[in-house]
């Protein structure tokens, strides 16, 4: 979906480094995903924010830091990369306020830790 | 937490109707069902979403029994550009529980 952007779209980085993954949404929704992606394991929460003040955890937050530097900017932080940390990483915004949900996912970064 | 269980891959053939179905056990009085589509190396978009009975739109029927214990995605005449995964979400939008994507399910379709 062309109003979530992600940055960079690929990225290959050595362990140790640390590495930032940034998300942008033109959809005016308050509410931001990070999820990472492995063969055949689907899509697993990182971290999530449903305004700009508010950070919670995901299912696998160990590694991980995130800031929302405003509501449409949703950042992901590796701070010291590691080969287990390779995978594609997806973004994802939705509105509240509906009865329910639906999540708008970015294109995602192919990220690989040598 | 209602968690839901799908079949982990399904085969069929173009032209055919390909018929889905979650379980969903545990659901709960304000869940709504969604199906998302995912292909490869794109993310997941929105398929459709159904609280109860008979949901159609342009891509897709959903069908929920009336104890909501599981939900069908009716696929109709599918073509080659429908493999793709497909995954199930039961949510309330209250929180991070529904946000659990699961493995989904692997549809391949053939020529």
């Known amino acids: 979906d062309a109003d979530v952007t992600q940055t960079p779209r690929n990225r290959i980085t050595k362990t140790g480094k640390r590495i930032m993954l940034e998300c942008s949404q033109t959809k005016g929704h308050d509410r931001m995903y990070w999820y990472r992606q492995d063969p055949g394991l689907g899509l697993r929460l990182i971290y999530y924010?449903?305004?700009?003040?508010?950070?919670n955890k995901g299912e696998i937050s160990d590694g991980y830091s995130v800031s929302r530097q405003a509501q449409a900017k949703f950042s992901l932080s590796l701070e010291s990369a590691i080969p287990n940390q390779t995978a594609l990483y997806f973004c994802?915004?939705?509105?509240?306020?509906?009865?329910?949900?639906?999540?708008?996912f970015g294109p995602g970064t192919r990220l690989l830790v040598l | 937490l209602a968690k839901t269980t799908q079949p982990i891959s399904m085969d069929s053939y173009e032209g055919q109707e390909v018929n889905i179905t979650c379980s969903h056990n545990n659901i709960a009085t304000n869940d709504y069902i969604t199906w998302y589509q995912q292909f490869p190396s794109q993310g997941p978009r929105f398929i459709i979403q159904g609280y109860k009975t008979k949901v159609t739109n342009e891509v897709a029927s959903l069908f929920i029994p009336a104890d909501r214990k599981s939900s069908t995605l009716s696929l109709p005449r599918v073509s080659l550009s429908d493999t793709a995964v497909y995954y199930c979400l039961v949510d309330s939008g209250g929180g991070a529980d529904g946000l659990t994507f699961g493995k989904g399910t692997h549809l391949i379709i053939q020529p």
């Open positions: 924010s449903f305004d700009v003040k508010d950070i």
């Open positions: 994802a915004t939705s509105a509240s306020g509906g009865a329910v949900e639906t999540q708008y």
